[in-house]
């Protein structure tokens, strides 16, 4: 290569080095301490970082230029361990994602009628309600049933029929009307009834259900006691034969 040749690579390598005393001289004309003092933990990470990388990258150039393979030389250790601070610097600047939490409703039920269920006077207002909740749904049901039926019943239209003589006598016809009168009067008086008659079934079953559990209850306790009993006088011959044999 020609004198020539390497001026225009000389006068490119003295403007980078210009510019690089320009970018150091911050750095160089003060102690190391002040230049970080006030920065934080992060940025002062990150100045580190880069002026180590910066010192390993000059050494692993030199090396080249000196003939020597760099490779191998331990300067490209460093170089690979100071790049994965990098990726840990990177990796703490990068904000996680938050955990999308959600409650789960029905384990949430199932851990508080857990947690309830040694409480007999708990156990029987929840099974008191239920019985009350199932007696109300099945009444109206039965309710919306019958009005169903009613509506389906009645006469979509009054089937009239055309006389074929006028001469109808009119008294007849004040007996006809007698009778629908009556006839609807007896069909309001039923509806009623049947109401009450559903009403006074749901609420016996329900006093039924509740009467029924007071009853289990009153056997579980009458069960633990009994127990309870047994085990205190298994406790005392237990105590009594250890005396003895002592």
């Known amino acids: 290569m020609e004198m020539t040749d390497l001026m225009p690579l000389v006068d490119q390598l003295e403007g980078d080095i210009d510019e690089l005393e320009e ?7 003060q102690a190391f301490s002040a230049t970080t003092q006030k920065m934080t933990v992060m940025d002062k990470a990150k100045l ?8 390993e ?4 150039s030199y090396l080249r230029l000196q003939g020597v393979n760099a490779r191998e030389h331990p300067v490209f250790k460093e170089l690979t361990r100071v790049k994965q601070y990098f990726t840990k610097i990177k990796d703490l600047e990068t904000v996680p994602e938050k955990p999308k ?11 508080i009628k857990h947690g309830l269920a040694g409480n007999d006077k708990i156990d029987l207002e929840r099974a008191e309600r239920e019985a009350k909740e199932r007696a109300m749904a099945q009444l109206r049901s039965a309710q919306f049933a019958r009005r169903r039926a009613a509506a389906a019943a009645a006469p979509a239209a009054v089937v009239t029929s055309v006389p074929q003589n006028r001469s109808t006598d009119n008294e007849e016809d004040e007996e006809l009307d007698n009778e629908d009168d009556d006839d609807t009067e007896n069909d ?3 509806n009623p009834n049947v ?9 016996t079953k329900m006093d039924n259900e509740a009467e029924t559990l007071r009853e289990n209850n009153k056997k579980r306790r009458k069960a633990e006691r009994e127990k309870q009993r047994l085990l205190k006088r298994e406790k005392k011959y237990l105590k009594k034969l250890k005396k003895q044999r002592g």
């Open 101 to 111: 939490m959600a409650i789960d409703k029905q384990a949430a039920a199932r851990f």
């Open 188 to 190: 309001a008086g039923a």
């Open 195 to 203: 109401e009450e008659k559903h009403q006074a079934e749901s609420a």
């Open 23 to 29: 970018v150091l001289e911050p750095l160089l004309e």
């Open 57 to 60: 990258s000059l050494l692993f």
């Open 48 to 55: 580190h970082v880069l002026i180590t990388y910066t010192i």
